[in-house]
């Protein structure tokens, strides 16, 4: 099943993508944690990418978009993959379509993530921000974060409604478990088409 997650940061993309992962057996990627692992490992695209993602900025297309297309390239994303954190925009969501075409596949469903409560989403990146020590969990910064996701990424609930139709809308303001409930049960009639 491939499967993509869109919505806010703090929404709880990753958090349910794991959950996903481990439910249905297929690999999550999340283009965050690429850049925050190769930043870990002190790689040449670590060095490059650590201020962009301490400013809270979107790595350039040009990286990003490579670095996607391999990852989904890898053997175990054979059985479907659920994507967290790509596509960001326009131009990432078209290199998708094209890398899928490539090798004969499609997005079988999308989930967007809604929190209307805008401080909702501050306060779990702030409550995160102790735990984990996110260098970009600053207040400036999650400010920064959340305006550039309104303005490119948003749009593409739309984009992908009109082009896939398979676009679900998630109320991700409850529980972490009430979430992944309404999940599963969109994955269970894509599940019953196939
Ligand atoms: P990325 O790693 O994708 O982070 P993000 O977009 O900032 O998203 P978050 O991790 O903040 O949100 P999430 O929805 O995954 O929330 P989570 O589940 O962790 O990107 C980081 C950076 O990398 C970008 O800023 C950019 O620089 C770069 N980058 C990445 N992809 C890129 C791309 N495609 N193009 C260009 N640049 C790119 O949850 C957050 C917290 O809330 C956690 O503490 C969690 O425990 C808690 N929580 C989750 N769900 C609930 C719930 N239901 N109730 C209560 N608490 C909850």
Redesign the pocket.
């Known amino acids: 099943m491939n499967i993509l997650l869109l919505?806010p940061?703090?929404?709880?993309?990753?958090?349910q993508a794991k959950k996903i992962s481990a439910t249905y057996g297929v690999p999550h990627i999340?283009?965050?944690?690429l850049?925050r692992e190769a930043i870990a490992r002190g790689t040449e695209l670590g060095k490059q990418v650590e201020p962009?993602?301490a400013a809270?900025?979107?790595?350039p297309d040009e990286i990003?978009i490579p670095l996607i297309r391999d990852r989904l390239s890898r053997g175990d994303t054979t059985p479907g993959f659920v994507l967290?954190?790509?596509?960001?925009n326009l131009a990432?969501a078209d290199a998708l379509d094209e890398m899928l075409e490539d090798v004969g596949r499609t997005i079988e469903i999308v989930f967007v993530f809604y929190v209307p409560d805008r401080q909702q989403l501050v306060e779990?990146?702030h409550?995160?921000a102790h735990?984990e020590n996110r260098s970009?969990d600053t207040p400036e910064v999650i400010q920064r974060?959340l305006e550039t996701y309104e303005r490119e990424t948003a749009p593409l609930g739309e984009h992908y409604r009109t082009r896939l139709g398979n676009v679900v809308g998630i109320h991700?303001d409850?529980?972490?478990q009430d979430?992944f409930q309404e999940i599963s049960e969109a994955l269970s009639a894509v599940e019953a088409r196939a």
């Open positions: 919505g940061q703090g929404s709880g993309k990753g958090t999340s283009s965050g944690d850049y962009i993602l809270g900025e979107l790595v990003t967290d954190g790509y596509p960001r990432q779990r990146l409550k995160r735990e970009d974060r991700a409850r529980s972490v979430v």
